[in-house]
């Protein structure tokens, strides 16, 4: 049987890995053999990486923005799976855990306080002295009190005075250092002398009185460097069960501060020998001898009126829940203020 001839490619495909080659003797173009008898292409990664790489060269910055969307996606998603599940509370432990704090919380300064704080500057003590003898100046003098050889003069309804303490307040009303007080409290004596919040003491002179609302003006000779004046509001503001705070020196005690609600309005008192007081202020802040002229405010701190009387049917000058205060419209315009 005739040997066969061996077949030999023509093909110029440089050998691929993999492939086995023969190369003939004479210069013959060498055979490149697919082990698998077929044509290798690329391979599958190759493919994909040849796509990528021109995608990503024609549309890079919209690339760049898909990816990282993507990538912020996969990341939600992964923190979705793996986050705990919200604690859930019931109505019993929201309403616990509120209380706790409001319980827990400081307690904020009261109305009566914030209302002191304001008007405190601005209080004046107003002492009476007879003679140069009474003058503190010259010595510590003890006041008066009522006794069984000195009761107190008046009827129920006479209003109180400081005759038997010689302790009075004020209350300035301007940077000049001008003070309103009582009458009663000013005009009962001969000599007057003033003692500011600061400390610092003043004779005084009466420069206008008003007899018909019991207030007078008076005007120290010596004035604080800093002077705080109190600031004026309105009584037409006022209603019954609206807060007001009393600050005075009831028997010499004080500064002192007392609370409690307007009681009334426009109300009237008779006075023994003198022409009633009209358009009173009632209230329940507790008052007794000390606090006359004194300033009384409202829970801005701002004066409506000028404590200028009590009542007590038990005949004593002692508070028994009936406080009468002239309206700072008069009061004001006594002194030729204007407290609108």
């Known amino acids: 049987m005739a040997r066969r001839r061996p077949l030999y490619s023509r093909s110029q495909r440089p050998r691929s890995a993999g492939s086995s080659a023969f190369t003939p003797q004479g210069g013959a173009t060498p055979v490149y053999l697919d082990p698998y008898n077929e044509t290798r292409g690329p391979t599958l990664r190759q493919r994909i ?14 690339v760049l923005v898909a990816s990282g969307a993507l990538v912020t996606i996969l990341l939600i ?21 509120v209380n706790k704090v409001v319980d827990e919380r400081p307690r904020g300064a009261s ?55 010689a302790v009075g307040t004020g ?82 005690i004080g500064p002192s501060a007392s609370a409690g609600v307007v009681s009334g309005l426009e109300r009237s008192l008779a006075q023994e020998g003198r022409a009633a007081l009209q358009n009173l202020i009632q209230f329940d802040a507790a008052a007794n001898p000390g606090n006359s002229g004194g300033p009384l405010v409202n829970a801005d701190g701002e004066v409506v009126g000028i404590v200028t009387a009590i009542l007590n049917p038990s005949g004593l000058r002692t508070f028994a829940g009936i406080g009468f205060a002239v309206p700072i419209e008069s009061a004001a315009s006594a002194a030729g203020e204007n407290p609108l």
């Not at 990486?49 to 919209?62: A, D, T």
């Not at 986050?83 to 616990?96: H, L, N, S």
């Not at 003898?133 to 009761?151: H, I, M, V």
């Open 77 to 97: 998603g992964a923190y979705d799976l793996i986050a705990p599940d919200p604690q859930r509370i019931t109505d019993w432990q929201f309403t616990t855990a």
């Open 49 to 62: 990486g040849g796509w990528w790489h021109g995608l990503y060269s024609r549309h890079q910055g919209p």
């Open 111 to 165: 109305v009566e306080s914030m209302a002191y704080a304001t008007i405190i500057p601005s209080v004046v003590r107003v002492d009476g002295y007879g003679d140069e003898a009474d003058d503190p100046s010259t010595g510590p003098t003890e006041p008066k009190a009522p006794t069984a050889e000195n009761p107190p003069e008046g009827n129920l309804q006479e209003d109180f005075h400081e005759e038997f303490t």
């Open 171 to 252: 209350v300035v009303i301007d940077e000049q250092g001008t003070i309103l007080t009582n009458l009663h409290v000013a005009g009962a004596a001969k000599r007057l002398r003033v003692t500011f919040a600061d400390g610092s003491e003043s004779p005084a002179m009466m420069v206008g009185a008003r007899p018909e609302s019991d207030l007078a003006v008076i005007r120290p000779f010596n004035v604080p460097d800093e002077v705080h004046p109190a600031t004026l509001a309105s009584s037409a503001s006022l209603n019954p069960g609206d807060a007001v705070v009393a600050v005075g020196f009831p028997f010499g």
